[in-house]
């Protein structure tokens, strides 16, 4: 694919570009669990000023750890049909453009959660992007077919932001909505890998689908979802919820393991049902909202 010069772009093109650079669709399912978790933590809506300043600080935080991570992924990114539209591999701008931009939405993000929320927070923020970026894309992603498992911890962070903004503490509610979170995404990102198993071998990165029979995987995202389904079931009576939760986390969990079975019953050694790994892969992204959304009505309707 040719590389433009990021004078080829016009304004419009270059902020959209960096906007890209945060990979706005990830940070809106951070968000989806953040804003849920605030309410459980307060046991009501918090105040609306906590609320808009946590999420403008987690999404800047996450964006500059994405935006990052845009900037390491380059090489691959160039190379995998999926991400060959990115703003790096087009040149909207240049990797040491997009790297102060990075940097410097970390800071900012620093700065609204430690003035604005708390320190907790703000820590909490900047040890998810460490992590994120160096255990995660500079020393996992190329090396072990491991690297979203252990990955998935960055991204199950934002819950801890979520409560410890309203607590300012961290307590076994937010260890095991951070455990659903860790353990929903190799599941969830598998799936999406079998899909495109072809580009992620192209591009030499050992994710499960390609160091793995197609077998062995789908049986590792049947397993991962059943311990993330009983884990769900687990929060209930930790968190004091009611049965407006567990209903939902019970069909909702169950309907996730049915497609991960079925995902499982049809893949052989070399070859999965791609209809089905992508209907799992779509059905997580509703299933992690649904989840988080109906902890959030539960709280409301019991306590208000």
């Given at each position: 694919m040719a590389t433009l010069?990021?004078?080829?772009?016009?304004?419009?093109?270059?902020?959209?570009?960096?906007?890209?650079?945060?990979?706005?669709?990830?940070?809106?399912?951070?968000?989806?669990?953040?804003?849920?978790?605030?309410?459980?933590?307060?046991?009501g809506i918090p105040g609306v000023m906590l609320i808009v300043m946590t999420l403008i600080g987690g999404t800047l935080a996450a964006g500059g750890a994405n935006a990052i991570n845009m900037v390491v992924d380059r090489d691959i990114d160039a190379i995998m049909k999926r991400t060959q539209g990115r703003p790096l591999v087009r040149g909207v701008m240049t990797p040491r453009a997009a790297l102060i931009f990075a940097l410097a939405i970390e800071l900012l993000a620093f700065a609204v959660l430690a003035i604005f929320v708390n320190q907790l927070s703000a820590w909490l923020a900047m040890a998810a992007t460490a992590f994120y970026v160096f255990v995660y894309t500079l020393w996992l992603k190329r090396r072990?077919?491991?690297?979203?498992?252990?990955?998935?911890?960055?991204g199950a962070v934002p819950v801890l932001i979520g409560w410890s903004a309203?607590?300012?503490?961290?307590?076994?509610?937010?260890?095991?909505?951070?455990?659903?979170?860790?353990?929903?995404?190799?599941?969830?990102?598998?799936a999406l890998a079998v899909r495109y198993r072809d580009d992620y071998e192209a591009a030499n990165v050992p994710m499960m689908p390609v160091v793995a029979s197609l077998r062995r995987t789908t049986l590792e995202i049947l397993v991962y979802s059943v311990i993330m389904w009983g884990t769900t079931i687990l929060i209930g009576p930790v968190a004091h919820l009611g049965w407006i939760y567990a209903v939902s986390a019970t069909v909702l969990g169950g309907l996730f393991t049915l497609m991960a079975f079925r995902l499982f019953q049809h893949a052989?050694?070399?070859?999965?049902?791609?209809?089905?790994?992508?209907?799992?892969?779509?059905?997580?992204?509703?299933?992690?909202?649904?989840?988080f959304v109906m902890m959030a009505v539960d709280v409301l309707v019991r306590f208000h």
């Amino acid at each position: 694919m040719a590389t433009l010069s990021p004078t080829s772009f016009t304004t419009a093109e270059k902020v959209k570009g960096y906007i890209a650079l945060t990979k706005p669709r990830i940070i809106e399912l951070l968000l989806v669990t953040t804003l849920p978790t605030m309410v459980v933590a307060d046991k009501g809506i918090p105040g609306v000023m906590l609320i808009v300043m946590t999420l403008i600080g987690g999404t800047l935080a996450a964006g500059g750890a994405n935006a990052i991570n845009m900037v390491v992924d380059r090489d691959i990114d160039a190379i995998m049909k999926r991400t060959q539209g990115r703003p790096l591999v087009r040149g909207v701008m240049t990797p040491r453009a997009a790297l102060i931009f990075a940097l410097a939405i970390e800071l900012l993000a620093f700065a609204v959660l430690a003035i604005f929320v708390n320190q907790l927070s703000a820590w909490l923020a900047m040890a998810a992007t460490a992590f994120y970026v160096f255990v995660y894309t500079l020393w996992l992603k190329r090396r072990s077919k491991q690297n979203i498992v252990i990955g998935g911890a960055a991204g199950a962070v934002p819950v801890l932001i979520g409560w410890s903004a309203v607590q300012n503490n961290v307590t076994w509610t937010p260890v095991l909505l951070f455990a659903v979170i860790f353990i929903w995404t190799p599941p969830h990102f598998w799936a999406l890998a079998v899909r495109y198993r072809d580009d992620y071998e192209a591009a030499n990165v050992p994710m499960m689908p390609v160091v793995a029979s197609l077998r062995r995987t789908t049986l590792e995202i049947l397993v991962y979802s059943v311990i993330m389904w009983g884990t769900t079931i687990l929060i209930g009576p930790v968190a004091h919820l009611g049965w407006i939760y567990a209903v939902s986390a019970t069909v909702l969990g169950g309907l996730f393991t049915l497609m991960a079975f079925r995902l499982f019953q049809h893949a052989r050694e070399d070859k999965a049902d791609v209809a089905e790994a992508m209907k799992l892969f779509h059905y997580s992204i509703s299933y992690l909202t649904l989840l988080f959304v109906m902890m959030a009505v539960d709280v409301l309707v019991r306590f208000h």
